[in-house]
């Protein structure tokens, strides 16, 4: 087992209702911290532990391509069996002074806003629920096919989502 403090986050995002993903973008990607924690995150992916939480993404950069690396983040959220909202970024190079511009603060806010708004009333965007109901069908096949190798995961397929 690892030894580190991955199961204590792990058990804190399943008590919230939602989680925001915060990255800078280190040439065209999340940081190695955030890459790290996705990565630990294969037997949650593996059982969409998430399912029925919200996200957001936020990025930061130095200088572009950040839409990217939100939507690689969301991608991420969906695989775990949460909704995304959206993302916002801010391209630091074009900010005045390194604060963040009042237009940049207006789409944070807005995110925010749809993020609580969505949860409140437990809206999923029609985009997000396709793209999710496609990785759990393709989960619940794997879950079948992988049954005798994968027991703890088969189980909780059973148990929560349907198997």
């Known amino acids: 087992m690892q030894k580190d403090d991955f199961e ?18 280190y040439i065209f990607n999340v940081s190695a911290q955030l890459k790290a924690f996705m ?3 294969c037997g ?39 909704a995304p909202v959206g993302g916002v970024w801010a391209m630091m190079s074009a900010m005045p002074d390194g604060g963040f511009t009042d237009e940049v603060r207006a789409r944070a806010v807005s995110l925010g806003k749809r993020l609580v708004t969505a949860w409140r009333a437990g809206e999923v965007l029609p985009e997000v629920d396709e ?3 496609a990785f759990r069908r393709r989960m619940h096949a794997l879950m079948d096919w992988r049954k005798e190798e994968w027991p703890f995961e088969y189980s909780y397929w059973k148990e929560n989502r349907g198997l």
């Not at 204590?8 to 973008?25: C, F, H, Y």
């Open 131 to 133: 793209r999710r109901n």
């Open 39 to 41: 990565d630990r995150c």
């Open 44 to 82: 949650v992916i593996h059982c969409m532990q998430f399912w029925g939480k919200y996200g957001a993404s936020v990025v930061t950069s130095g200088g572009g391509d950040e839409d990217t690396v939100a939507e690689y983040m969301n991608h991420f959220l969906i695989t775990t069996g949460a």
């Open 8 to 25: 204590a986050i792990k058990e804190k995002i399943l008590e919230a209702d939602g989680l925001v993903v915060a990255s800078p973008n």
